[in-house]
């Protein structure tokens, strides 16, 4: 009787070894980015020449180089004394974080410690793009749809970029201002954030464009943002075909 008992527990234990004894998926770390190479890249007036979208990309990875540089020049801290940075911003609010959708993960750019600090766990790049007809967030925006009505599906990234970068304005960084200013500012800085980077990958065979027909409704839900925060902007970047 002894016998059985001991024959049928490890019978248990071998059924349940491959539930219990699987690894799991590591989550994401703290990425610490490379110094930026701050003398790369095409003149400013080569790159103006050269500068187009492109929606094409091969399937190499993203050098993490590449991806330090691209990040820095975005909005990085380029004057360590006041810590101010490589894109203006109104009243200096630095109001514009950039979220990097890359295959493992969700990462938010730290510019003061130059590093990628995770947010979610796995591949959402498919998250951010929004089907024809859906509805942008912001100040005198049409609403959502109403509460129980389905969201558009998203479209997906385009096919190949292997980052996606999402710009988000916090519009409670600035200290004065209606909510329709705040949106208007945090617009217009995204939109210089998003120069920078169009800038940057014109200097260094890069490919990216500007998107805005993004989830916006989905991504503040993904990303867990407060209200006064808005996905405004989007830019794939991968190496040009």
Same mark, same amino acid.
């Given at each position: ?19 219990? $004894?699987?690894?799991? %998926? #590591?989550? *994401? ?6 110094? /930026? ?5 095409? !003149? ?92 942008? $967030?912001?100040?005198? %925006? #049409?609403? *959502? ?6 969201? /558009? ?5 385009? !096919? ?82």
């Amino acid at each position: 009787m002894k016998r059985s008992r001991v024959i049928g527990s490890a019978l248990i234990l071998l059924v349940l070894f491959p539930v219990f $004894g699987r690894a799991q %998926a #590591p989550e *994401p770390a703290t990425i610490q980015l490379n110094e /930026p190479d701050k003398k790369r890249g095409l !003149p400013l007036m080569e790159a103006l020449s050269v500068r187009a979208s492109v929606r094409e990309w091969s399937e190499r990875e993203l050098a993490l180089q590449d991806l330090s540089d691209l990040l820095w020049a975005a909005n990085g801290i380029n004057r360590l004394d006041s810590r101010k940075r490589t894109a203006p911003s109104a009243m200096n609010a630095q109001d514009v974080d950039i979220y990097v959708f890359r295959k493992d993960g969700i990462y938010l750019y730290d510019a003061s410690g130059h590093a990628l600090v995770p947010v979610v766990a796995g591949d959402q790049r498919s998250q951010i793009g929004m089907a024809p007809g859906g509805r942008s $967030g912001g100040p005198g %925006a #049409p609403k *959502p749809p109403p509460e129980g009505a389905p969201m /558009p599906k998203p479209a997906g990234p385009p !096919p190949g970029a292997p980052i996606q970068l999402v710009l988000v304005s916090d519009n409670s960084r600035f200290r004065a201002g209606t909510p329709e200013q705040r949106f208007e500012w945090g617009a217009i800085d995204t939109g210089l954030v998003s120069q920078n980077i169009s800038l940057f990958c014109a200097a260094t065979g890069l490919g990216t464009v500007p998107r805005a027909s993004i989830a916006k409704e989905r991504l503040k839900a993904l990303l867990k943002l407060k209200d006064a925060q808005y996905p405004l902007l989007e830019h794939p970047v991968g190496y040009a075909k």
